[in-house]
């Protein structure tokens, strides 16, 4: 099997609920807080294989590092890497190699750029070659792909903000045992919310 790596910035995570803000913007009503979409764990819920209900389940996660916050479905109960903090792995019943992880990257300087250009360079560039693509969309400030490789499925999504100094992704390998819930993690993903 074909394994990957990531180059980017990874957040420390404490768990929220749905709905929770990410921060709190001292009454400012210019300035709201980042929400999770409300049906988001919900929808990720919804889209797990019936095999796989009792051993997965998606719960409203927040993350921050310094002044950097977002939120995201999660996948309950995965164990937070000690190496890589907002990298979780999965019980073994869900795969060796299955893993959830959410951070950001400036792609070299924190500045204004091309973030479709910088995420395509040190994400999805990975998929170009070995891989089947299930699904590869692209849309202002985002994009979505699911991949598969050798039984394994991939998610990858990216968003930002043509003036943001960086950008925000989700990224989950799900080895065979886990593969049939990239839909769910693919929900999950997309439902990324970061506090810009």
Not at 6 to 26: N, Q
Not at 56 to 64: D, K, N, R
Not at 131 to 146: H, N
Request: proline content about 6%.
């Amino acid at each position: 099997m074909k394994r990957l790596s990531i180059v980017s910035i990874l957040f420390i995570a404490a768990c929220g609920k749905g709905g929770t803000p990410a921060s709190d913007k001292g009454g400012d009503p210019a300035a709201q807080p980042a929400m999770l979409p409300g049906s988001a764990v919900a929808d990720a819920n919804a889209a797990i294989p019936a095999d796989l209900k009792g051993k997965l389940e998606f719960i409203a996660g927040s993350f921050a590092e310094k002044d950097i916050k977002l939120l995201v479905p999660m996948p309950k109960g995965w164990e937070m890497s000690t190496v890589i903090p907002g990298s979780y792995k999965a019980p073994s019943e869900l795969g060796f190699l299955t893993k959830f992880s959410v951070g950001s990257s400036c792609d070299g300087v924190c500045e204004k750029k091309d973030w479709a250009a910088a995420a395509d360079h040190e994400l999805f560039a990975q998929f170009k070659s070995g891989f089947t693509l299930e699904s590869d969309s692209k849309a202002d400030g985002m994009r979505t792909l699911r991949a598969t490789n050798d039984g394994a499925a991939y998610v990858a999504v990216a968003k930002w903000k043509p003036d943001a100094s960086r950008y925000f992704s989700c990224y989950v390998v799900l080895d065979r045992e886990a593969a049939a819930a990239a839909p769910a993690f693919e929900k999950a993903c997309r439902a990324l919310t970061p506090e810009w």
